[in-house]
């Protein structure tokens, strides 16, 4: 395990959200919310188009944390949905350690666009190594 200490950050660079991605992951997960997979749906509503899946953005970064520390070291992992992740965009999911405490660190996590524009926020306590 690798052992970890207050700045270190991590990152991975999620697959583009295409269309298809949205459809195999509804199809997937269960969850076949219009918003997510109608264009139709989401103009009859006032939305442009259809948008990423917040749970979809939260297991990439969940695979941020398990590409990093092993899945049995993970103690508590959440999220707060804060913006829209737009269809064809590339994400990128960032971990880094706030503090390292009684062999736990704790971690502060984003999921960011492009633009700059977070679209979670959350913290995650793990084993330090």
């Known amino acids: 395990m ?15 959200t295409t269309r298809t991605a949205l459809a195999l992951y509804a199809g997937a997960s269960g969850d076949h919310n219009p918003i997510h997979i109608d264009i139709d749906a989401c103009r009859a509503v006032g939305i442009d188009d259809v948008f990423t899946h917040g749970m979809l953005s939260m297991a990439y970064l969940g695979r ?3 590409d990093w ?4 070291g993970i103690r508590s992992y959440e999220v707060r949905f804060t913006a829209i992740t737009p269809v ?8 880094t350690v706030t503090e390292v405490e009684d062999e736990l660190a704790r971690l502060s996590l984003t999921v960011t666009l492009p633009d700059g524009t977070v679209t979670l926020e959350g913290s995650a306590v793990v084993a330090a190594g």
Do not use: H, R, S, Y
Request: glycine letters at 6%; aromatic letters at 4%.
């Open 88 to 95: 064809n965009t590339v994400p990128t999911c960032t971990g």
């Open 64 to 66: 941020l944390l398990t």
């Open 69 to 72: 520390i092993p899945q049995e």
């Open 2 to 16: 690798t052992v970890l200490k207050p700045g270190d950050t991590f990152t991975l660079e999620a697959p583009k």
